[in-house]
């Protein structure tokens, strides 16, 4: 059993906090590039060059991306030859959310559901994280970060549908899903697909199909030419950066497929905006 | 699409020469109010009372900043989703309001009332708000600080740059943008 220690979790999830906060994954920022390289519409291309030019003098100058720095979102696989020594693991990735959100003076975004309370002074800062837990074997732990911002997140959806739905059906769906959002989840979006499980892991999977870089291929080829046929379809509807109107509205489509019930096709997309702020680390 | 550089308050002669598409560069005094904010504006004008600030000719900004680093009048301050006021921004128009920057699409009473009291509604690039919060060249808290976040600030701007999204002819960027580029097959 390898014992690690509380205080070196907690330090490790504030250093991803503020660093995601501040600087642009490299395989967003490239793909944000190729975007304003093949985009059509000069509006869209002068929108992408601002938010490029937003993430250099962010990672020059420690600012925030984003004033929306989002909830702390994590997936976690905790080997199961590891003991946290000094407390429990959620507590750990807790408190490193709450200094990594205050260290980097990025905004307490969590409230109270109905009183729309800030929870800062009872709860803590941005707390609760949202954490996914998984145990796998071996003596590790494994943590996918993303801060995930409201503007996208606010018009994700998920729906079962009948199995005779299909791929055309899914194809179909996601491409309403992105119609109706128009400029809101700010442009250029990946978006997560998750197809079958349940409701509620159709969902989870969705989330997790953001954590993938962007320009990464799908293992199975079924599901990696279904991503491009979504993108491809998604492109054609003339959204583009902010909803201004351009060839570009996606940089991506990730999709996570599970088994299902023999009655049902459940279907998940949720949607990141450009500023995909994503890491992991294994401890 | 034209460029201009427009300092506050705005008057009907400087929002009746903007189309949408047209880019600005807005310059002087400008309210940040959000939510929270928009809820207690609206009620003290239906109550007849007065706003923290002169309503007359203003831009608000919808924006939620993070907090300032030591030495910076404000942190990161990109538009958020400005649907979520489509039920004040009427309201803030007719007693007198000329503009709002935010981001994303406007429903069909909010660009009526562009029409009838000749507001703009103007779309910043949403994330970008560390090169936003760097034309907010000075910011004071001047009501509901309890908000956090979504309190009113007054924030002066220089060269602030916005897109016209809905001009005072009934004109959406938005959806101009999206028929010239959809693909149908």
Do not use: W
């Not at chain 1, 976690?76 to 709450?98: H, P, Q, S």
């Not at chain 1, 979504?230 to 509807?237: S, T, V």
């Not at chain 2, 308050?9 to 020469?17: G, I, Y």
């Amino acid at each position: 059993m390898r014992e690690i220690e509380f205080d070196e979790v907690v330090k490790a999830v504030r250093d991803i906090i503020v660093h995601c906060g501040t600087d642009l994954p490299q395989d967003t920022y490239d793909a944000l590039k190729e975007a304003m390289e093949t985009e059509k519409s000069p509006v869209s291309k002068e929108v992408i060059r601002q938010i490029l030019e937003n993430a250099d003098i962010a990672k020059d100058e420690k600012r925030p991306l984003c004033q929306d720095t989002g909830l702390a979102v994590f997936f976690v696989k905790v080997g199961d030859e590891v003991k946290i020594k000094g407390g429990l693991l959620k507590d750990a990735i807790n408190k490193g959310t709450e200094q990594g959100y205050t260290d980097a003076y990025l905004r307490a975004s969590t409230c109270e559901p109905f009183s729309r309370a800030n929870l800062k002074d009872t709860v803590g800062y941005n707390l609760p994280a949202i954490i996914h837990f998984d145990i796998v074997a071996g003596d590790k732990i494994d943590i996918e970060y993303a801060a995930k911002g409201g503007g996208s997140e606010n018009v994700s959806r998920a729906r079962v549908f009948p199995p005779a739905a299909g791929k055309e059906g899914i194809v179909n769906y996601v491409k309403e899903v992105i119609s109706d959002a128009g400029g809101n989840p700010c442009p250029p979006i990946t978006v997560g697909v998750g197809i079958g499980g349940t409701f509620e892991k159709a969902c989870i999977s969705s989330k997790h199909a953001l954590f993938r870089d962007i320009g990464s291929v799908n293992e199975d080829p079924e599901m990696a030419e279904l991503e491009t046929t979504i993108l491809e379809e998604i492109n054609k509807l003339g959204i583009g950066a902010m909803g201004m109107g351009g060839t570009k509205t996606a940089l991506a489509v990730h999709i996570e497929s599970n088994p299902c019930h023999i009655a049902s096709l459940p279907v998940s997309v949720n949607v990141q905006c450009h500023s995909s702020r994503h890491t992991h680390i294994t401890i | 699409m034209a460029q201009y550089t427009l300092t506050t308050p705005l008057t009907s002669e400087d929002t009746r020469q903007l189309k949408a598409g047209d880019t600005v560069l807005l310059n002087g005094t400008i309210f940040t109010a959000r939510d929270a904010a928009h809820k207690r504006l609206v009620e003290l004008l239906e109550k007849g009372e007065e706003l923290p600030f002169d309503i007359e000719g203003s831009v608000i900004y919808f924006v939620g900043p993070t907090p300032p680093k030591p030495g910076d009048p404000i942190g990161s301050a990109g538009p958020t989703t400005s649907y979520r006021m489509d039920s004040y921004s009427p309201t803030m128009l007719r007693y007198g309001s000329k503009g709002m920057i935010g981001k994303g699409k406007r429903n069909q009473v909010v660009k009526d009332a562009c029409k009838e009291y000749d507001g703009i509604y103007f779309g910043a690039t949403g994330g970008a708000g560390a090169l936003l919060g760097k034309k907010i060249t000075s910011a004071e808290v001047i009501a509901y600080p309890e908000l956090g976040p979504e309190a009113v600030r007054k924030i002066t701007v220089k060269d602030f740059p916005v897109t016209v999204i809905n001009d005072t002819y009934g004109n959406d960027l938005y959806q101009m943008g999206r028929e010239q580029f959809e693909v149908k097959d």
